[in-house]
């Protein structure tokens, strides 16, 4: 039987329908898409509406701001749906959290399990098929073993995300993702390689590594480097462009910056997370690195022949942190010049350390700080964007023309590039603008190049697959 079809009752189709609604990060949106994967191969379909679906599923993050509360609101909200004969599911980072506890709060949720265990899905599955009412997946954070299926449901037609590394083992002070998706484990690289070779004979253009800390990787079978892994992944045919994230700053090699100069489809971005530019607040939060160690990374970055994006993420307001902390934040920012940073108010989170620090620093402090910053941060951009007036770009194609007639694309750098063009590029082209307008995070030109058309479409993937909704 086809995946994604099933012949049954009208009862059966009822309960082999299934919607899924997905929070966080990439690798939670790329869990989605291996979990839809996998359960269409069960033989399941997938719907937009929850109110068609037998089985919902909900795929949480627990990173920031009460995150669980948030959660059980919403799971509040599926309570009026149980009498349907629906049932439901909690996966990722809250799910592995609270555990047991959804249970008591949401009784009518079937399965919880964290991401260390999706590899037992299937199994998983035919336990809830069954009619079992509290099947857990939650004692695998200490597993080795990595959740590889082909059967991954991509979203993105052009661009297709590999994780290669999951859980971490840096425990910084302030973080639950060590708890809630376990110790690092990488796949060998010659899975890696395989998927990559798949997913261009499919068709994709762009290939994304993923992992919590994606430089941390160690190939099981001692082949490859990360650094030699990125370069392979990059020199495989059909492949545009690779990109790869999160780094952190602690595993960050000089030969990643030489294997971006040295291959031309690895992208000219790297996203490297500080946190702090206060050595004393990068040490409360267990960073395990300095400011002046971190500068010396940036310093290899900006000495490579390519202009390599820097983008970043920065929490204000970490327990302790003085005016003068926060001063060297700003001036870390100054001193690199990044294209982007994501900037969040530091927020207490179970299990971790820190949230035996006193929370030091009141609401409204945070909050100035984090406005200080991202007007800090959009001078820079006006700055660094204002550089690239009368260049020419490569741009790959998203979407088709807004309302006023400019398609939409990103450049190597991963920026935002508008343009006109007198014919419409199909989406995943490759096509040269030339920049004629600039602005703090987005750039406007005119195309001066025709599109390059890669291999042929993705028509038969996308066929089989439904949208997974992804929500922030
Ligand atoms: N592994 C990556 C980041 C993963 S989490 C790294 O170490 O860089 C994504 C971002 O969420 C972090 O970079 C951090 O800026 C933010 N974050 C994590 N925990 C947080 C907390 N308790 N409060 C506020 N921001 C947090
Ligand atoms: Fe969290 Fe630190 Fe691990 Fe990043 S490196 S996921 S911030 S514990
Ligand atoms: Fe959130 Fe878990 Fe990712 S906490 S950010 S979904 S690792």
Redesign the pocket.
Known sequence: MQPGLWCGSVEEIHLKTFYIET???Q??AHDSEKVVGTLLREGYSQVVDEADAGLILYN????RDK?EQKVFHRLNEYKRMQGEGKKFAVL??VAQQEGNKIFERAPYVSLVAGSASYRNLPEMLARLEAGETRITGLDDRQTDETFDTEFTSRTNPHRGYITIIEGCDKFCSYC??PY??GKERSRTSASVLAEAQRIAQMGFTEIQLLG?NVNSYLDPSGKRSFAELLAAVGEVNGIKRVRFTTSHPRDFTKDIVDAIDAVPTLCDHVHLPVQSGSTDVLRAMQRDYTRDWYLERIAWTKAARRDISLTSDIIVGFPGETDRDFEDTITLLETVGYDAIYGFKYSPRPNTPAIHMHDSIPEDVKVARLAILNARQREIQRENYGRHLDQTVEVMVEHGANSRGQITGRSTQNKTVNFMCDSTPPSGSYIDVRITQVFPSSLVGEAISVPTVPSPALAAQQALNARVPVVH
């Open positions: 929070f966080g990060c690798m939670n949480t993050c627990s990173i995150a990722g980072c639950v993702v809630t998706r919590q």
